[in-house]
Nanobody, 130 residues
Framework: VQLQASGGGLVQTGGSLKLSCAASGDDLEYYAVAWFRQAPGKEREGVSCISALGGKTYDADSVKGRVTISRDNTRNTVYLQMNSLKPDDTAVYSC????????????????????????WGQGTLVTVSS
């Protein structure tokens, strides 16, 4: 599967953005998909994860309550709705996927960000101004 992330942009503090991770080449429904971000000078961190078949989701503590991950199987796309954005959310956001078949509990904790994710999309830049 090939992934393409989009939807980044410049937004003010408190604003919202919706990122998209569109897949081609395979049915994303049987993949766990995660969003990661990397800010300048910082390590990459997991943000949110959604299991196959619209199963279990997990959000990192740093974004919990402010993001919603979802998938639209008709569009073969996973979304990340981000609200109440803060300057600390400024980063390049990337999506990644790992095929799990019908196992829909992959994203059950922080260890779900360990992967192994073997499909990566290019990043999309999110900039939150203060």
């Amino acid at each position: 599967v090939q992934l393409q992330a989009s939807g980044g942009g410049l937004v003010q503090t408190g604003g919202s953005l919706k990122l998209s991770c569109a897949a081609s080449g395979d049915d994303l429904e049987y993949y766990a998909v995660a969003w990661f971000r990397q800010a300048p000078g910082k390590e990459r961190e997991g943000v949110s994860c959604i299991s196959a078949l619209g199963g279990k989701t997990y959000d990192a503590d740093s974004v919990k309550g402010r993001v919603t991950i979802s998938r639209d199987n008709t569009r073969n796309t996973v979304y990340l709705q981000m609200n109440s954005l803060k300057p600390d959310d400024t980063a390049v956001y990337s999506c990644a996927a790992v095929v799990t078949g019908p196992y829909n509990n992959y994203c059950s904790g922080h260890t779900s960000f360990n992967g192994p994710y073997d499909r990566w999309g290019q990043g999309t830049l999110v900039t939150v101004s203060s």
